[in-house]
């Protein structure tokens, strides 16, 4: 069970709105340690403004790697309850491909957030060091931002159920990583699984040890015509 955690808040949100950027979006993504399938961004819109303090229902929201899959889950349903919109993006794994994984992840959070339909007078707020380009609104970077910001931490836990059901799904269609189990992390069963059923078209094949399992079965397949 996940130990101690920080609890995000809304100080961030409220100095913006007092500003006058309204709507504020909270950004993050999930997914650039995985040998497959894509990357993975949500973006929030909460109500703040609304509010006296922060909705009992949304008081265990946190940094979605600090909680348990049963909080998360319990969490999804009230982020969706309570939100004013949500939005996910995807960066698929031919991307990552041909991108790199830091910029895939940066255009995941761009989709997501331009699926919103923002205005000019919005703010995104996006957990890590980079901010997406091609916003429609201004914004900032935060590191560590899923454990200080409400909407931040909200996004990080729908991108995270999102892409685990993704990887739960695409488990059914290629047997035999264990994809519903570690997400296309590099466990050591997917790595083994890698080299005796071979690389599938949902592989990073940027990533080491799925071109090394490429470099490998193609000396199988050498082997094989040479004999």
Same mark, same amino acid.
């Given at each position: 069970m996940p130990g101690s955690r920080s609890q995000p808040d809304i100080r961030r949100e409220l100095a913006l709105y007092r500003q006058g950027f309204v709507p504020v979006c909270g950004v993050d993504e999930v997914g650039r340690g995985p040998l497959a399938g894509p990357v993975v961004a949500a973006a929030v819109l909460l109500p703040f &403004? =609304? &509010?006296d303090a922060i909705p009992a229902p949304l008081a265990g929201v946190a940094d979605s790697k600090q909680l348990s899959a049963e =909080?998360?889950?319990r969490c999804v349903a009230v982020i969706h309850q309570l939100a004013t919109a949500v939005a996910i993006g995807e960066a698929s794994a031919a991307e990552i491909d041909? +991108?790199?994984i830091r910029k895939a992840s940066l255009l995941a959070m761009a989709r997501a957030v331009?699926? +919103?339909n923002l205005t000019a007078q919005a703010w995104v707020l996006v957990d890590?060091?980079?901010l997406p380009p091609g916003l429609p609104c201004p914004g900032e970077a935060i590191i560590r931002g899923d454990q200080t910001s409400l909407s931040i931490a909200s996004a990080s836990i729908l991108a995270k159920e999102y892409r685990d059901a993704h990887m739960v799904? +695409?488990?059914?269609r290629y047997p035999g990583y264990g994809w519903e189990q570690n997400s296309g992390y590099p466990t050591a069963a997917h790595r083994q699984a890698l080299l005796t059923l071979g690389v599938t078209?949902?592989?990073r094949r940027s990533y080491a040890?799925?071109?090394q399992a490429l470099h490998e079965q193609m000396l199988k397949e050498s082997t094989l015509s040479a004999s």
């Open positions: &403004w =609304q &509010w =909080q998360r889950r041909a +991108l790199n331009n699926t +919103l890590g060091r980079d799904a +695409l488990a059914k078209e949902q592989h040890p799925v071109r």
